[in-house]
């Protein structure tokens, strides 16, 4: 079987080069583009789409229309880290808060019942770099890990194919394998 394609979007992270790694460390090969570049179709040349964090605020629907558009006419599975999970909840009807700032390493309980963690332990530790907080889950979507500062630390769709996380996981143990557990959908 041909190594899984990934079109990871750049949102601005300064941490591309990490998130990268991590899937092709998992088996997958990344092509990356900015949000503005996406292309209107995957035609079949990816097997799933990985939204990076962002340093613009994810109420740019604008700028982020290519973006919503593709992942909402694409059927392959779909990641939001951090910013990327924020523009997927905003173009979903979703409001985002000020919340405290939080960076380092922080504990989420998750939904062990989900695909997405089928490698972690109930109460994972991932790295948060923010002050903003989806305080619920939009229609369409539910709430599938949180904390003590948000409510919303993972989110899934209803239909299971777009994922959102609040925090980095491209940078901790606990990150890296939750990221396994997304490849596991489409590898």
Known sequence: ???????????????????????????????????????????????????????????????????????????????????????????????????????GGYEVQVDKEEPLFTYVKPTVTVFHRHTLYLRQAPAGYRSIGRSEHAPVEFLRSDDGRVYGSQAHLEFRSDGREILRGFTQLYQ
């Not at 503005?36 to 789409?49: C, E, F, H, N, T």
């Not at 990985?50 to 700028?63: F, M």
């Not at 909840?89 to 405290?100: F, R, Y």
């Open 1 to 103: 079987m041909a190594q899984p394609r990934v079109l990871v979007v750049n949102n601005g992270t300064l941490s591309l080069p990490q998130l990268r790694r991590r899937f092709e460390e998992l088996g997958s090969a990344t092509e990356a583009v900015d949000a503005v570049s996406v292309p209107a179709r995957l035609d079949g040349r990816y097997q799933a789409i990985v939204l990076s964090g962002t340093k613009v605020r994810a109420y740019d629907q604008e700028h982020y229309k290519p973006l919503i558009d593709l992942v909402m006419t694409s059927d392959v599975p779909v990641f939001g880290i951090c910013g990327g999970m924020q523009i997927l909840a905003v173009a979903a009807g979703g409001t985002l808060a000020e919340g405290p700032q939080r960076v």
